[in-house]
């Protein structure tokens, strides 16, 4: 058991390392990234480039550690090219971020040799991922009560006095978070954080907004982004 455990680099650079230990590590890591890849698609939506992008991550990761093995300069030059690599997509979410912190922690351990390890690790995770894919269901969904809106209004007309009592009324809390001009000058548009008392009641609370602003434009988004955004 304990010579499957061990790496199969140790004591080696990457100028010792074989053909057949360098195709093991490839193998072991693609293997994995599949693994992942099957994970993640289980019970979710994904995109097909995201997958292919698991599958070969640890792999990717495996030879950078492999080719600068025993090599601290290396080592220090790789990771400084790898901080300056960002994703220029929409950035994921904090599932989408976490595997691929996993996929990267898989592809380090292959390549340092621990095929084992990196299969051992790659197993439990992934049951872990399963399990909490499962159990969430049963755990229930907590209601997201926070949105954020955006109100046109005339430039003369006193918004804070005037919206209040609707706030109060409709909302736990709410924030300005963003005001500028548009229509040149003419119209206000403003920018809430609001975190409803009932999300069932959004239809009521923007038609009260409506007889407010003039029926100028309103929209409310899930987005709370947005309302950072016009910070």
């Known amino acids: 058991m304990d010579s499957i455990l ?13 053909l057949g230990g360098f195709m093991a590590c490839i193998g072991t890591a693609l293997l994995i990234g599949m ?10 939506k994904y995109t097909k480039s995201f997958i292919a992008t698991l599958i070969i991550l640890p792999a990717i990761v495996a030879i950078v550690i492999i080719m600068v093995n025993g090599n601290i300069g290396a080592g220090i030059a790789v990771a400084g090219a790898f901080s300056l690599v960002r994703f220029r997509s929409v950035p994921g979410n ?16 292959v390549g340092m040799g621990y095929l084992a390890y990196a ?7 992934g049951i872990v991922m399963m399990l909490i894919v499962c159990l969430e269901p049963a755990c ?9 809106l955006k109100i046109t209004v ?16 409709y909302a736990e ?49 899930h987005d709370m982004e947005v309302g950072r955004n016009a910070l």
């Open 6 to 18: 061990q790496g199969i680099f140790d004591g080696q650079t990457s100028a010792d390392i074989g």
């Open 35 to 44: 693994i992942l890849a099957f994970v993640y698609a289980y019970k979710s």
């Open 94 to 109: 904090a599932r989408d971020i976490a595997t691929i912190f996993l996929a990267m922690g898989a592809g380090l351990i």
């Open 119 to 125: 299969l051992i690790f790659m197993v439990i995770m």
């Open 140 to 148: 229930g969904r907590r209601v997201d009560r926070s949105r954020c």
């Open 154 to 169: 005339p430039e003369d007309l006193e918004y804070a006095a005037m919206f209040r009592e609707i706030f109060d009324r």
């Open 173 to 221: 809390r709410h924030e300005l978070v963003g005001l500028k001009t548009t229509a040149m000058g003419s119209l206000f548009k403003l920018t809430y954080n609001v975190t409803l008392k009932d999300p069932l009641t959004e239809r009521e609370m923007i038609d009260e907004l409506r007889v407010r602003n003039g029926n100028l434009e309103i929209a409310m988004t």
